[in-house]
């Protein structure tokens, strides 16, 4: 959605710096809100138990939680937080910075994880997503969606479509059906529709014939 606006400021102004000066200023504003927003945060109270700050730990989870210091949740959550504080100092890696560093290089358990979490990012980015996110008008007009309005219009309601799926599986999807089901299943979906995109613009002679009206491969497309 955001690229849809910026896209859209772009192309309604004329030739200058400030076709990149405003869609670049515009993306300045969620940081903005995201660093006034960060003076209101209160401190994590796990980090305050281990450096033995226990009464505002306690004072920022009664907060946090919305919930007395004596209700049986907190008292329950402080004590197993507690104890896996005191797990950790006992370890052989401790609570410094170099701990995570030494705990992966001498077990092949939380390497194997550390593979796995890097990987999951670094296919994400790479299954093709962010070209649809940052080159939507040019991929719809390759499939057939003509006229600069109707591109934009196409590029934002799939903005829209994003960001309320988002919210579908946020709210109703991830813990029904699991985050690992969801990954497989939305990472065969996702790799079936790139295909069709895919074969559909390299298809010979989708570009060569101009037309007006989208076909039922470009509707597939979509």
Same mark, same amino acid.
């Given at each position: ?138 991929? #719809?007009?390759? !499939?057939?969606? @003509? /006229?600069?309005?109707?591109? %934009? ?5 799939? &903005?829209? +479509? ?8 946020? #709210?109703?999807? !991830?813990?029904? @059906? /699991?985050?690992?089901?969801? %990954? ?5 979906? &996702?790799? +079936? ?20 009206? %989208? ?8």
């Amino acid at each position: 959605m955001g690229f849809w606006i910026n896209y859209g400021i772009a192309e309604t102004l004329k030739p200058s710096h400030s076709q990149w000066q405003i869609p670049f200023a515009v993306q300045l504003i969620p940081g903005g809100l995201l660093l006034v927003g960060s003076f209101f945060l209160r401190e994590s109270p796990r980090w305050l138990y281990s450096v033995g700050r226990r009464e505002e730990g306690l004072k920022n989870l009664v907060w946090i939680r919305n919930l007395p210091a004596n209700h049986i949740y907190l008292v329950e959550e402080v004590s197993a937080m507690e104890s896996a504080i005191q797990a950790q100092q006992a370890s052989r890696y401790g609570m410094n910075f170099w701990s995570p560093f030494r705990a992966t290089a001498s077990s092949r358990s939380i390497q194997w994880r550390f593979i796995l979490g890097n990987l999951l990012f670094l296919f994400q980015n790479g299954s093709g997503i962010n070209a649809i996110n940052y080159y939507s008008p040019t991929v #719809f007009k390759s !499939i057939g969606i @003509v /006229g600069t309005n109707t591109g %934009l219009f196409t590029t934002g309601l799939f &903005g829209v +479509v994003k960001t309320v799926m988002t919210f579908v599986w946020l #709210f109703f999807l !991830i813990d029904r @059906v /699991g985050r690992r089901n969801i %990954l497989l299943i939305g990472s065969a979906g &996702g790799a +079936v529709c790139m295909y069709i995109i895919g074969a559909y613009i390299a298809s010979e002679g989708i570009n060569k014939v101009p037309s007006t009206k %989208l076909g039922p491969g470009g509707i597939a497309a979509v």
